[in-house]
Each structure stands twice: as C-alpha cells, then as structure tokens.
C-alpha cells in the first residue's frame, strides 16, 4: 500500500523496474505500429490484467491476495510488454483504486510485471513443445502468479527482516510466503484456469493464430 515501505527500498525497486519498462514501451509501440490490428488485443489483455488484479484479499500486513492476470499478457505478447501494460494497469489501480501506491508502484512492478512474467515466460517456452497452447497458457499464468508472490515476499522479507543480516530477511521472506501461499497456491491455480479459457475464446474467434504465440519474444 501506500507508503508502507520504507523510502530507499522504494527508490531501489523503482530503479529496478525502470530500465524494463522503458523496453516494453518501446516494444508496445512498435508491436501496434507495424500491426494495428494487435492494438485491441492489447487493450483486451491489459482489461483482463485490471480486472483480475483488482480482485484483491486482504492478506499480509500492507498487502494483499489476488490474481494477477500477466500470464495472458505473457502469452500473447512475451514479458517485455507484459512489463509496460502491468505498469499501466497498476499505476491506474493505485490512482483510481486506493490499490498498492505510487511511493510502491516500483516494487508492485517489478513483481508483477518484471520477475513473475519473467519467470512464467520461461516456462511457457519450456512447455510449449509438449503441451497444447491452452496446456502451456495454464502452466504459464500459474507459474507467472506464483512467481509474482514469492517475489513479493522477497521485496517484503528484504524490508522489514526478522533479525539482522541475510539470515532475518530470509526468516522474514519465508514467514511472508507461507502466509501468501494460503490464498495464493488456490488463487494460481485458478488463474490458470482462466487464462487457459481466454486463450482459448480467443483462438475459436481466431483472433489469435496457434502458430505465433509458438514461441513469444
């Protein structure tokens, strides 16, 4: 939430998540500019990214339990994007919303929409071979959300550790993600199921090809 972490934590995630946002604008424009039909996609993806994160549970103190939605965007357009709209969608949610902040926008970035797609990506590309693209999309958003929260709890465990040194910010990290994985194990594996079903609307409307979401860039 707002002001929650302290000042120098904020500034370093913010730091953090600058440079690969920066990449996904650059991508974003380029991505609608040489395919204008992708725009709607884009927009249709970041709208499920907003709405299934704005379904938050209250969890940890200062944070909260909810989809994320970034394993669609993952799917669709690879992680470099995903880093630019989560960033749309998470500043428009601490505005409008009263969720997360601006003083945490670096570190709900660099969560959602850096480290969790990041890693959800990696493993869309090491499954995609073997499964159908609805298998592989279900596998990606439950690793995507999953990541997302571990990295949380790291950003968390780092700030406010439960001793001193490496040892208590490890303590703390681990005592902030058994608290998460309460929700969040059941909330993951949920969004894979939607995901996987939005992926799958959007090949029987063939708005999508399966052939290019092969392999995302």
Do not use: C
């Amino acid at each position: 939430m707002e002001g929650f972490l302290p000042p120098v934590w904020a500034i370093l995630w913010t730091v953090v998540a600058l440079p690969f946002v920066a990449y996904g604008a650059r991508r974003t424009l380029s991505t609608i500019r040489t395919d204008t039909r992708t725009k709607a996609l884009v927009a249709v993806a970041a709208a499920f990214v907003f709405v299934l994160s704005a379904l938050k549970l209250p969890s940890v103190a200062g944070s909260s339990s909810h989809p994320t939605g970034t394993g669609v965007l993952v799917v669709l357009f690879g992680p470099a994007i995903t880093a630019f709209v989560s960033t749309i969608v998470l500043l428009y949610q601490s505005v409008l919303l009263a969720h997360g902040g601006l003083t945490t926008l670096g570190a709900n970035v660099t969560s959602m929409g850096v480290v969790g797609p990041f890693v959800g990506w990696t493993a869309y590309r090491l499954v995609r071979s073997r499964l159908t693209l609805q298998q592989s999309t279900f596998v990606a958003a439950v690793v995507t959300d999953w990541a997302t929260y571990l990295t949380t709890s790291v950003q968390l465990g780092a700030a406010f550790p439960a001793g001193e040194g490496v040892s208590g910010a490890l303590a703390s990290t681990l005592d902030f993600a058994a608290v998460f994985a309460l929700t969040q194990l059941p909330i993951g594996i949920l969004e894979g199921f939607l995901a996987a079903a939005m992926v799958g609307y959007l090949l029987r409307i063939d708005t999508i090809s399966d052939r290019r979401l092969g392999v995302p860039s």
